[in-house]
């Protein structure tokens, strides 16, 4: 997926990107964005959060700036990629 470029509000480059698969652990390492290839909602946890955010329906190619440390099995959007 190095082909995706990061949201414009966010400075940095994305230097590796991985999926993400909804869970309710926290991710092994924190996202600083998240994509969204495929339309369904979306709910996040933040990382000094202790409950889940449901951002409700998200649209394919949607770009989610934040650190996040969890996507929360709830979530129906499928193909999520998060650097």
Same mark, same amino acid.
């Given at each position: 997926?190095? @082909?995706?470029?990061? @949201?414009?509000? *966010?400075?940095?480059?994305?230097?590796? /990107?991985?999926?993400?698969?909804?869970?309710?652990?926290?991710?092994?390492? *924190?996202?600083?964005?998240?994509?969204?290839?495929?339309?369904?909602?979306?709910? *996040?946890? %933040?990382?000094?959060?202790?409950?889940?955010?449901?951002?409700?329906?998200?649209?394919? %190619?949607? /770009?989610?700036?934040?650190?996040?440390?969890?996507?929360?099995?709830?979530?129906?959007?499928? *193909?999520?990629? %998060?650097?």
């Amino acid at each position: 997926m190095s @082909h995706l470029l990061p @949201h414009p509000g *966010v400075s940095a480059q994305p230097r590796s /990107w991985a999926a993400v698969s909804p869970a309710d652990t926290d991710m092994s390492k *924190v996202a600083r964005i998240l994509y969204i290839k495929a339309d369904g909602n979306l709910v *996040v946890r %933040g990382v000094d959060d202790s409950t889940n955010t449901d951002f409700g329906a998200v649209k394919a %190619g949607a /770009w989610i700036p934040g650190i996040f440390k969890r996507v929360a099995a709830s979530t129906t959007a499928t *193909v999520i990629a %998060g650097f």
